[in-house]
């Protein structure tokens, strides 16, 4: 969709400038070769596409600096990059600047299992930091699908949300920590271990979310907690949005706290699962037309199984619950989460999607969902809502497949028609635009029309402020 090619914006990098930059990192990792660089250029879904003249994977802080260091003093233009599973642009080349990958900064610093501390160079995986914790019998608490690929570093700069945000927060909560090189190449020491430290601006929070437009994070500390005893997980058919509502509402107040993932998903949604994702099958008899994915973990052994009985018992004598199953092995569990995992995946089998990363208060996720499907029914007769994702964080990746038998094309042509209609009753409930995916260049263009004017103003002068050449992700958020 944003394949642009290049522009007269477009920097041309002369050989000389080209050849400092790699003689920072040595010329193995300054890679020019087109199909070498492929990987850092194509985003996973294949909705953006870059180009740039060189891709530099430093192999340590000083090197990052140094880059930096070259790149503000002949303003020249950075995309940094983790693991390249951004869904909104951020990470690309769009103007052929240079991409500064994260990926070799990849080393695990400390484990602190008694502080409940990890810290993590920003190129270590999610998966790598999750399982050198697990190590410890502790658990880093964000949960991606993207887990193997995304890194630590991508996971802050994009506030990354995720499946177990309901119980253990966003990235921002899992921070206590950052080291950043800043535009000039200085580096801000703010590596600490603490839960307390009032002596001043909290300043890692300005470049956690910054989609790397302010800073280039390259480790931190990461906050773990206590490994669950026990898990259980459940699939249950409910009839509607508001049933699943109501049935997070039971679950909460049952069980204190211990609700880690609470999905919802639509049947429409379920069939393409079944039929293009390979070993996907359906974990409920017949069909529903709606389902929930509920994960609940406590620190007790026992007695947590007999709670999710409960809850769903709870739920079909007020018949919000049609039917249900929980998983009798980590196994089974993992089938069910296999099958909201593959959500995002199958929806190019149904042809163009034109997609939506929106937050409203909880209690208004079902009359949104009404809401956006007649919006975008009335607009395009017959195409498809495909709404999704984290109900208990009141955020719905709200797809709109294209009407069956009509061409991609057309149908993607009204993408910003689409979004209007959907984003006038995100509005209209006080909501976001982009609850966990980032800005970058998908909704750039539309965040003036949604952020506070003020808001919008002191974003700028922080931008100017700590990238005054602009050198940093440029065109990105803002
Ligand atoms: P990249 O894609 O490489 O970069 C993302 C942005 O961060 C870019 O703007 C880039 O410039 C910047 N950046 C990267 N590293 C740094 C750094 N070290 N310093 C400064 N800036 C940096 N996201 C969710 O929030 N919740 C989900 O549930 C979720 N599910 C996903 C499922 C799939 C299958 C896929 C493909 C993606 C999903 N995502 C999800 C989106 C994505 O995985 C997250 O945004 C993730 O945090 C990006 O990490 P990354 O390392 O791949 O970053
Ligand atoms: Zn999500």
């Known amino acids: 969709m944003l394949d642009k090619p290049p522009t007269s914006s477009d920097k041309k990098l002369d050989q000389k400038l080209l050849a400092r930059f790699a003689a920072i990192v040595g010329d193995k990792y300054a890679i020019t070769d087109p199909q070498a660089q492929t990987p850092y250029l194509v985003e996973m879904r294949d909705l953006f596409r870059g180009h740039s003249p060189m891709v530099l994977r430093p192999g340590s802080v000083a090197e990052v600096s140094a880059i930096l260091q070259l790149a503000n003093e002949t303003a020249t233009p950075i995309v940094p990059q983790g693991g390249n599973t951004g869904l909104v642009g951020g990470q690309i080349p769009h103007h052929n600047e240079i991409v500064l990958s994260l990926n070799r900064l990849d080393r695990i610093r ?86 307390k430290d009032n002596t001043g601006y909290d300043l890692k929070n300005l470049f956690i979310g910054a989609e790397g437009t302010l800073g280039v994070i390259t480790a931190a500390v990461l906050r773990l907690v206590p490994r669950p005893r026990s898990v259980e997980t459940a699939f249950a058919g409910v009839a509607s949005a508001e049933a699943a509502l109501e049935l997070l509402g039971i679950a909460q107040e049952r069980s204190g ?51 999710l009985e409960a809850v769903l018992a709870d739920g079909m004598e007020r018949g919000l619950v049609l039917d249900a199953t929980i998983a009798e092995s980590i196994e089974q569990g993992k089938a069910f989460w296999r099958v909201r995992e593959m959500f995002g995946e199958v929806q190019r089998y149904a042809g163009g999607s034109i997609k939506h990363d929106i937050s409203v208060p909880v209690a208004a996720v079902p009359a949104f969902i009404r809401e956006a499907d007649a919006a975008v029914t009335a607009l395009i007769p017959g195409a498809r809502p495909l709404p999704f994702g984290h109900l208990g964080d009141g955020n719905i990746h709200y797809n709109v497949n294209q009407p069956v038998g009509t061409d991609k094309g057309e149908f993607l042509k009204r993408w910003d028609e689409v979004n209007a209609a959907v984003f006038a009753v995100v509005k209209k409930y006080g909501g976001s635009i982009s609850a966990e995916h980032g800005v970058g260049v998908m909704k750039r263009d539309l965040l003036p029309s949604v952020k506070d004017p003020v808001a919008l103003d002191l974003m700028r002068s922080l931008k100017r402020m700590l990238d005054p050449k602009g050198i940093l992700n440029p065109g990105k958020v803002l």
Not at 269 to 287: F, T
């Open 110 to 195: 400390e484990v602190d299992p008694t502080s409940y501390t990890i810290t993590c160079e920003a190129g270590v995986t999610l998966q790598r930091a999750r399982e050198a914790a697990a190590a410890v019998d502790r658990l880093y608490p964000q949960l991606l699908p993207s887990e193997g690929t995304c890194t630590i570093g991508g996971n802050l700069a994009t506030n990354a949300g995720g499946t177990a945000a309901i119980a253990h927060g966003i990235a921002r909560a899992h921070a206590l920590g950052l080291e950043v090189v800043l535009a000039d190449g200085r580096v801000l020491n703010d590596l600490n271990k603490l839960k």
């Open 257 to 307: 706290g211990d609700v880690t993932s609470f999905e919802i998903m639509t049947r429409a949604g379920i069939e393409l699962v079944l039929r293009h994702a390979q070993g996907c099958r359906d974990p409920l008899a017949s069909p529903h037309a709606w389902y929930v994915l509920m994960e609940l973990s406590s620190q007790q052994r026992e007695g947590l199984r007999a709670l």
